[in-house]
């Protein structure tokens, strides 16, 4: 009866470890993305571009914004972030107009939220949600003043081959 009790014991160490969810990332998100929808008012088309990042510990991401009109808006960024064990995200984001933002957010699921810029410039909330493993919708929002939040960009981004 002892050596049951004993291997039931050791069973139910080794269960549960076995059982463990994989570690969060944005492997989900990876890959080359086409958007359209609208971006300060206007429609805006734009592409994703997210893969593993060099040092094969983190994820780059390339990012353009076009927006045709008067002046016509072609915006450009480049990211890297770091996902922990719990699933916070931590990086920072550089534009082709020379700012760097930090990030900082969450991955869970389906969503991933990064909050980015400083209360001295800017703060805003970029929001990627997949609809399903091709389908994706970005919004990304700027605090005001009163603690509201106004959205200026809303895209819907398909998986490209």
Do not use: C
């Not at 984001?93 to 991955?107: F, K």
């Not at 399903?132 to 490209?160: C, E, H, N, Y």
């Amino acid at each position: 009866m002892t050596a049951r009790w004993g291997m039931a014991a050791l069973l139910a160490i080794a269960a549960p470890a076995a059982a463990q969810a994989p570690a969060p990332s944005l492997a989900a998100w990876h890959g080359s993305w086409s958007g359209e929808g609208t971006a300060f008012g206007k429609a805006a088309t734009a592409t994703l571009v997210i893969k593993g990042a060099p040092d094969g510990d983190a994820t780059a991401l390339a990012y353009r914004l076009a927006v045709p009109g008067t002046p016509p808006i072609d915006y450009a960024a480049e990211a890297i972030y770091r996902v922990d064990a719990k699933g916070r995200v931590r990086g920072s984001w550089t534009d082709n107009m020379g700012r760097t933002r930090p990030i900082g957010g969450r991955v869970a699921g389906s969503e991933w939220h990064n909050h980015w810029g400083s209360a001295d410039v800017e703060i805003g909330r970029s929001t990627y949600v997949l609809e399903a493993p091709d389908r994706m919708i970005v919004t990304d929002s700027v605090l005001k003043d009163d603690g509201s939040w106004r959205v200026f960009a809303t895209l819907r981004f398909q998986r490209t081959p």
